[in-house]
């Protein structure tokens, strides 16, 4: 290949209009085969899919619906939490990123060499991680609760079903995704 960046770029265009012809062709030959197997494979994702929306909401009707109040409350409540939770893992990421060079720099300069630097991610180890994880399995809870008895997610949920039913030319969405047309 030359070294010129001319010469190269006129190679690779007669090499593109050369392959143009027969990538052409079998693209064409192959589009239906590709179109066919996109099309199964979207129907099989869409019963998967009903099935799964007709399962959930099998478990969950017979729980106890919450108001709507109740339900913007819980949302405020977690979203609240999350900030929060934001704002320490945040916290804690920049005190590792910046005070951890900060930190060796001290211990390289003033004491001529690297000392006991465990205790910013020994800190983090122990006492944080631990705090943010259970912070984080309960938001996971509140959610899978506020899912479980909010109003506007059974509705949604509904709503999806029928939509999928649709989709698949299924008749009614009562049924646990098995009918399917052809």
């Known amino acids: 290949m030359p070294h010129d960046l001319g010469t190269?770029?006129?190679?690779?265009?007669?090499?593109?209009?050369?392959l143009m012809y027969p990538v052409g062709i079998f693209i064409n030959l192959t589009s239906p085969a590709f179109q066919r197997f996109l099309a199964r494979r979207s129907r099989a994702a869409t019963v998967d899919r009903l099935r799964k929306v007709v399962?959930?909401?099998?478990?969950?009707?017979?729980?106890?619906?919450?108001?709507e109040d109740i339900d913007n409350l819980l949302l405020g409540v977690?979203?609240?939490?999350?900030?929060?939770?934001?704002?320490?893992?945040?916290?804690?990421?920049?005190?590792?990123?910046?005070?951890?060079?900060?930190?060796?720099i001290y211990r390289v300069v003033v004491h001529k060499g690297i000392a006991s630097l465990a205790g910013i991610?020994?800190?983090?180890?122990?006492?944080?991680?631990?705090?943010?994880r259970a912070t984080y399995l309960i938001l996971g809870q509140m959610v899978d609760y506020r899912n479980?008895?909010?109003?506007?997610?059974?509705?949604?949920?509904?709503?999806?079903?029928?939509?999928?039913s649709a989709k698949l030319g299924i008749g009614g969405h009562a049924n646990d995704g098995h009918q399917e047309s052809n």
């Open 55 to 67: 399962h959930l909401h099998a478990a969950v009707k017979h729980e106890p619906m919450i108001s």
């Open 148 to 164: 479980r008895v909010s109003p506007l997610r059974r509705a949604d949920m509904e709503q999806e079903m029928v939509e999928l």
């Open 78 to 104: 977690q979203n609240v939490i999350g900030i929060i939770t934001l704002g320490i893992t945040g916290l804690l990421v920049s005190m590792m990123v910046l005070s951890y060079p900060l930190l060796i």
């Open 121 to 132: 991610p020994l800190f983090v180890l122990v006492v944080a991680a631990p705090i943010l």
């Open 8 to 18: 190269s770029g006129f190679i690779l265009s007669v090499i593109a209009l050369a």
